[in-house]
């Protein structure tokens, strides 16, 4: 079946914009997850989603980030006012239920000029 | 906080041998999760292994995990060129799963 899809692949924008990225996880997993991770470096947790609990949002950097799932699939990560340090790949993942194992989409590379 | 620290950072073995890589953690966990990263995107899960196991095999891979310790490792038998990657333990704490900075494993020819 099919995975969990990402996009765009790459986003590149000026800073001071507002993005958007976009996760579709597999159908039928509740549980939906937003990392971010910079060069060279591990995944940071930013937000997670499980059904229709209220999302755990402990990890979102700034108040410019926000994200939600619709319907409890689709899921929208989005950075307002966009700063360099922002630029990363945001990695979503999916799984059928919290804590357990997750799969991950291909990754949104972003970079802020 | 880190909740998994994999340790080396980084291991540079050749083709043929044994890899050994190691995690720690923090909190008390129903399972621990090792993954694998190829060129810096998507991860791909290996093995999960939980509080009630002390040890896991899959093909070449094999994962223990010492509550006791707070600790597991996974080894790589027999490795090849393909298994060049950055490997993630990755632990659940109050329902997030937190991930290590990882071990960048370079097999050479």
């Known amino acids: 079946g099919a995975g969990v899809s990402q996009s765009p692949s790459n986003k590149v924008t000026e800073k001071g914009k507002d993005v958007e990225l976009r996760c579709d996880p597999i159908?039928?997993?509740?549980?939906l997850y937003w990392y971010r991770q910079s060069l060279g470096q591990g995944l940071e947790f930013l937000i997670y989603?499980?059904?229709?609990?209220?999302?755990?949002k402990s990890g979102l950097p700034s108040d410019r980030f926000s994200a939600e799932r619709t319907g409890g699939s689709v899921s929208t990560l989005t950075i307002q006012r966009t700063q360099q340090e922002d630029s990363a790949v945001y990695l979503c993942?999916?799984?059928?239920?919290?804590?357990?194992?997750?799969?991950f989409g291909p990754g949104t590379r972003l970079l802020v000029l | 906080s880190q909740q998994g620290e994999e340790d080396p950072q980084a291991l540079s073995i050749q083709e043929g041998e044994n890899a050994t890589m190691n995690c720690s953690y923090k909190?008390?966990?129903?399972?621990l999760q090792w993954y694998r990263q190829n060129s810096g995107r998507g991860l791909v899960h290996l093995i999960l292994?939980?509080?009630?196991?002390r040890e896991k095999h899959s093909g070449r891979l094999r994962v223990t995990l010492d509550t006791s310790k707070k600790s597991s490792s996974l080894l790589i038998t027999a490795s090849r060129a393909a298994d060049t990657a950055s490997y993630f333990c990755?632990?659940?704490?109050?329902?997030?799963?937190?991930f290590g900075k990882g071990t960048r494993l370079h097999i050479l020819p």
């Open positions: 993942a999916s799984s059928l239920e919290v804590v357990e194992t997750q799969y």
């Open positions: 159908s039928g997993h509740t549980a």
């Open positions: 989603f499980q059904g229709n609990s209220a999302p755990d």
């Open positions: 909190t008390s966990i129903n399972n």
């Open positions: 292994i939980r509080s009630n196991e």
């Open positions: 990755a632990a659940p704490r109050r329902g997030k799963i937190i």
